[in-house]
């Protein structure tokens, strides 16, 4: 995922362009393959009358059929509470059949979707422009959640998106379909289904590119309107009937946000830092700590390479929403919930990937290092293992080779993984090499040499001089499950001095190599050495202890495996 950096400007208002009526659907019923179409490039005129909740849009995407056969026939997807006002191809009307789809891909809980015939069929690899136009009107909905019988609260903290004079903000598809799309149907009660949809279409969108005219309606004299976005393109105020264009260079997984409202803004060099009150004491909060937070940033990585952008989400309950540099949440008091927030978005602004096992893995990691300064390494395990039944449960049988390869974290779009298992590979890294190298290899990352998958492994390999091949190799570019590490053997032996040489031995019951901490016990302490162990094979640790062991314990909580009821070992005391 790309490090997209988010812009607030000033906007006036701006005229609404017209609408064409829908045209009649067919009355043959016709069917398209939803799988078939990628959508390569957006090109929009998207106007919101805050003061209404109105939203229309107008323009041309390309469809690209990337299915093996040819395509006669397309879909298109909208939130069921915007209509289809016309397709076009080549400059004519376009006959489609719309009908209402439930999919938990929207807000509603149901999707607006039209269906069309081609002029001819678009072969294999072939693309197509097609006009569209939509509008209608979007507010708060939490539908999809309060049908799965969640309480309202908890709904609507999770669903906020709308538009409203008060506040607007749109995420894409996942949140608000306000863009069209098209999906296989999804409900949020088909387990998984839902996200394992969104995360293939956000894989196969992550090129794909998105350019917005915007325009702003507003009465004579209401208050100013702010736009916030996680687009690529920083753009300057707008005056009278000027059109605003923010860009999407590349999708990547992060769904197209906008954001708008009267902001108030309290600014430091690490960024601009927004909330609806004026003179907010909780805005100056955010800014300060912010700016206290840079150097620690610059110690762990790097320094920040641009400015991080925290607007303000009048819901106060809200869940706290990230792409990029751009932070949408309540405002807090507690300075440990800011920092955690603020370190993650920093991170962001650090190092620009768009790899998102490094973006969002490096990002989850200084999270993991602010732990480590506030509580020591204790705090970091404590954290680790809270997430690890959520690691363990999403990796998925390992079928074949090439199920290792597309679960891998260099190719998956599953969000547990590029976050939670890539947070987990860079604290194990940092265990394994140390913290300079780590360091080293990020301020020497350069985003457009990243040509190829093993390219950060070279950077830490010359970092730490150290072989990472087999860890990459079980961690990152193959998707091997977790390893499940057992205590075999614990063996004393009395040496010359009057202590002992104990030799543990180690089983690793899973499929992934890694290098885990291994204490041996006494009854005055523990001694913690390292081993690294293959999978499904055995290794052994020979520890020197001046007393005789009582036990010993593999993993500290430091490595994800899959079973942790097994890592203990207990030693029987020698018979009088």
């Not at 939803?34 to 041309?60: D, H, K, Q, V, W």
């Not at 080293?440 to 072989?467: F, G």
Request: contains cysteine; negative net charge.
């Amino acid at each position: 995922m790309t490090v997209r950096v988010g812009f607030f400007l000033l906007l006036s208002c701006l005229p609404v362009f017209g609408q064409n009526p829908p045209v009649p659907a067919p009355a043959a019923k016709i069917v398209a393959d939803r799988n078939a179409f990628t959508f390569t490039n957006y090109s929009l005129n998207i106007s919101i009358e805050p003061t209404r909740s109105i939203f229309s849009g107008r323009g041309t995407v390309i469809l690209k059929n990337d299915s093996d056969k040819p395509q006669k026939t397309a879909a298109m997807q909208i939130s069921s509470s915007l209509k289809w006002a016309g397709i076009k191809i080549a400059g004519k009307q376009v006959e489609f059949a719309s009908a209402r789809i439930d999919s938990d891909i929207d807000h509603t809980g149901t999707v607006n979707e039209a269906v069309f015939e081609l002029p001819e069929a678009v072969a294999p690899q072939g693309s197509i422009q097609v006009e569209v136009a939509y509008q209608g009107t979007i507010s708060q909905d939490a539908n999809r959640l309060l049908r799965l019988q969640m309480p309202e609260q908890v709904a609507r903290a999770s669903d906020w998106d709308g538009i409203s004079e008060k506040f607007t903000a749109l995420r894409g598809v996942g949140y608000v379909v306000w863009y069209p799309v098209e999906m296989e149907p999804a409900l949020l009660s088909e387990r998984n289904k839902v996200f394992e949809l969104l995360a293939r279409f956000k894989g196969r969108h992550a090129e794909s590119r998105m350019i917005l005219d915007m325009n702003i309606l507003k009465p004579q004299g209401s208050e100013v309107q702010h736009l916030f976005s996680n687009g690529d393109s920083a753009c300057s105020a707008t005056g009278v009937n000027e059109k605003l264009t923010v860009s999407f260079l590349r999708l990547g997984l992060d769904a197209p946000t906008l954001v708008l409202g009267n902001f108030f803004f309290a600014q430091s060099t690490a960024g601009v830092f927004a909330s609806r009150s004026k003179d907010d004491p909780r805005a100056r909060t955010y800014a300060t700590a912010a700016l206290e937070l840079q150097p620690e940033v610059k110690q762990w990585l790097r320094a920040p390479q641009s400015t991080i952008q925290v607007v303000e989400n009048p819901e106060p309950n809200a869940v706290p929403f990230e792409s990029g540099t751009l932070l949408l949440t309540p405002l807090k008091t507690d300075a440990k919930a800011i920092d955690f927030a603020l370190v993650h978005t920093l991170a962001h602004a650090a190092v620009n990937s768009f790899r998102p096992w490094i973006s969002e893995g490096i990002a989850h990691y200084v999270q993991l290092r602010l732990l480590e300064s506030q509580g020591g390494r204790r705090a970091v395990l404590e954290y680790l293992v809270q997430h690890r039944d959520a690691l363990a449960l999403s990796e998925p049988e390992i079928e074949n080779r090439e199920t290792e390869t597309s679960n891998s974290l260099v190719n998956t779009t599953n969000e547990i993984t590029y976050r939670t298992k890539a947070m987990n590979v860079w604290w194990m890294l940092r265990d394994m090499i140390g913290d300079d190298p780590i360091m080293k290899a990020l301020q020497a990352y350069k985003p457009e040499e990243d040509k190829e998958a093993s390219y950060m492994q070279r950077l830490l390999e010359n970092a730490s001089h150290k072989n990472l091949d087999w860890f990459f190799s079980d961690w990152v570019y193959r998707d091997r499950g977790l390893p499940d590490f057992r205590v075999t053997a614990v063996y004393p032996r009395k040496n010359l001095q009057g202590g002992y040489l104990v030799t543990i031995t180690v089983e690793n019951l899973g499929n992934a190599a890694a290098e885990v901490a291994v204490r041996l016990q006494t009854k005055e302490g523990e001694i913690v050495t390292r081993l690294q162990v293959p999978a499904k094979e055995k290794a052994s640790a020979r520890v020197n202890s001046p007393l005789a062991p009582t036990g010993a314990i593999v993993n500290d909580g430091s490595v994800p495996e899959s079973d942790l009821t097994n890592n203990s070992f207990t030693v029987e005391a020698p018979k009088q």
